[in-house]
């Protein structure tokens, strides 16, 4: 990556969409999370606790969207329901330069929420009210932009 795009990058914003919509505000996304699970084997005949490791299953963290409240209610509508929490969708993530071009891209795949977060004012608090949105997933990929 040059110079030039990663000063543009570290600029830049992220633009969030699901079923073919962007979904307005979204200014942070948790870190995307990929890990394998570590089994320890033992042959039968070994002698007790020698053992090796090996990799098990492959998964990922919940990821949360956040936004500054009082937008749309693409996020409480998704969470709101038990019908639209059993609906699973795939989420894409881009991170744009200061041009609005897309620097890198992920989709998170099979997405359904598992929290919804309002975090209200307290008196006297310049911070604006928040909302999060805590997806499950089965796993993300890089896509090739």
């Not at 990799?55 to 937008?71: C, D, K, N, Q």
Request: hydrophobic share 35%.
């Amino acid at each position: 990556m040059s110079k030039d795009k990663k000063h543009h990058h570290k600029h830049g914003s992220l633009r969030v969409s699901w079923d073919g919509t962007v979904i307005a505000g979204v200014d942070r996304v948790s870190p995307l999370v990929r890990s394998v699970e570590v089994i320890t084997v033992r042959e039968g005949s070994s002698p007790a606790g020698a053992g090796h490791m090996v990799p098990g299953h492959i998964g990922s963290e919940p990821v949360t969207l956040e936004r500054p409240a009082g937008g749309d209610t693409a996020f409480e509508q998704w969470a709101g329901s038990a019908e639209s929490i059993a609906v699973k969708k795939d989420v894409t993530v881009e991170i744009l330069d200061r041009e609005g071009g897309v620097v890198l891209a992920y989709r998170i795949h099979r997405c359904w929420p598992t929290e919804y977060r309002v975090a209200l004012l307290e008196p006297g608090s310049r911070a604006p009210a928040l909302e999060q949105l805590r997806l499950e997933n089965d796993g993300w990929e890089r896509v090739t932009i």
